[in-house]
DNA sequence: TCACCGATATGAGAAATCTCACACTAGGAG
DNA sequence: CTCCTAGTGTGAGATTTCTCATATCGGTGA
């Protein structure tokens, strides 16, 4: 994380993102304008982040560390959002990772000395509600359209979903349990794509090579 | 719906389930006790209630009718949670069909005139922002563990979940939608289950008949 | 009455996906 | 240096699930 000194870019990522809208306060004095590095980490597991992020530039994933000590990706959030505002308002809720997927811009409250403000703001608390509200109906549409789609329609919704400048470069064994498809049949499907010229093998990763193939195959997951 | 004059009944039912918890002011003079018989209508679709229900007893299914006409299961709740409440928050949010899978019981709060209270009470929005937050989570830690499971264990899972006095009567052709399979498997999968003697045929639906089985077929499926 | 439609039903072959078995590699721990 | 583990990669056969074709049944509107 590092601190951007720079008010009028502040402004301007506030103003775009309708962030002063979420609060019946003003909150820009006590803003900081922060930038996350690509694959860094905005919020570690099970360590409560003092700060409460309102996510303005980059797409980031959400991952879950199960009991045998394996992550799972579990989700994604795109711009504009909140993060660390469920272990604001229900501490007992475990904290999960956030990780970057490409450099990423938030706006950052400290939230020891406004946490009761917040969770005593109607205006917060109702846009906080709205959000969950949509989330949970995409939520409920998304996995209702993921059955019933192939493991190829989906792993190249994943890739354009997670893809960083045209490279690709997740692990096979989350991937495989993000899709809820063995390790053996990713490893089918990716191959089928480097036969097919979608994808090409780098050193570090695949590279994709036929965007609009990719497209056209996960076309129907499309919000 | 038909409402149910018994004071006694209303006073426990609100305090098994912490209902005035849930608000910051008195509600329960406002608050009816209504009662909803198994298989009516709660919420209808596309038609705003003016009731704020809590279901306290009783299963219910939240349905949706697509754009071609056929409707589709995509939920259900069970007590106790607020039924109606994302069209109080959200008025945009469209509202989704509820119905009662067996008979149920619910505390109803006339919106119209406490909505601007409601909005504006922090310890209610808290509630919702929680109760949404939970249901987040298990939403998605429910669909990364349904992949992975046959459509058996889902379907037995499925069954013991809309089961009403161990009699099944959902339609196929809407199971198997929110199932995410073909219809033809479904009906593969009902075959086999007859022939295993977990369901027997009725006139009107199936019965179950070694409800242990299916709870063995469905154990990992469960909360 | 008749034609039509949606739900129910069944068969056969094809496609998607899984499980298991095995091999290779890189990095950390002893 | 060697063992151990996790990730990667491949093959073969089994299982799950799909698509398509076809038939019956009850209701509904002309």
Chains 1, 2 share one sequence.
Not at 62 to 77: D, E, M, P, R
Not at 106 to 115: D, E, F, N, Q, S
Not at 194 to 222: E, F, M, S, W
Request: proline share 4%; with cysteine; aromatic share 10%.
């Amino acid at each position: 994380m590092r601190l951007i000194q720079n008010d009028s870019l502040k402004q301007r990522f506030s103003a775009e993102s309708h962030f002063e809208e979420q609060f019946s306060f003003p909150v820009l004095a006590n803003t900081r304008l922060v930038f996350f590095p690509a694959n860094s980490t905005l919020i570690h597991e099970n360590a409560a982040s003092p700060d409460l992020f309102y996510l303005v530039r980059g797409r980031t994933k959400l991952s879950h560390t199960l009991a045998n000590g394996k992550t799972l990706i579990t989700g994604f959030f795109t711009p504009p959002c909140f993060l660390g505002e469920m272990e604001l308002i229900d501490p007992t809720s475990p904290a999960f990772a956030v990780q970057a997927i490409e450099d990423c811009w938030c706006l950052a409250l400290t939230k020891a000395p406004i946490a009761t403000q917040l969770l005593n703001d109607p205006v917060f608390l109702r846009h906080i509600c709205i959000y969950l509200t949509h989330k949970d109906v995409s939520n409920l549409t998304q996995a209702a359209r993921n059955q019933g789609f192939t493991a190829a329609q989906r792993l190249a919704a994943f890739i354009l979903l997670t893809e960083n400048h045209g490279q690709y470069h997740e692990q096979h064994t989350q991937v495989a349990q993000y899709l809820g498809i063995s390790y053996r049949h990713l490893l089918y499907v990716i191959a089928d794509f480097l036969r097919q010229g979608y994808l090409v093998k780098t050193p570090t990763g695949y590279r994709i090579h036929d965007r609009a193939a990719l497209h056209r195959l996960a076309h129907d997951l499309a919000d």
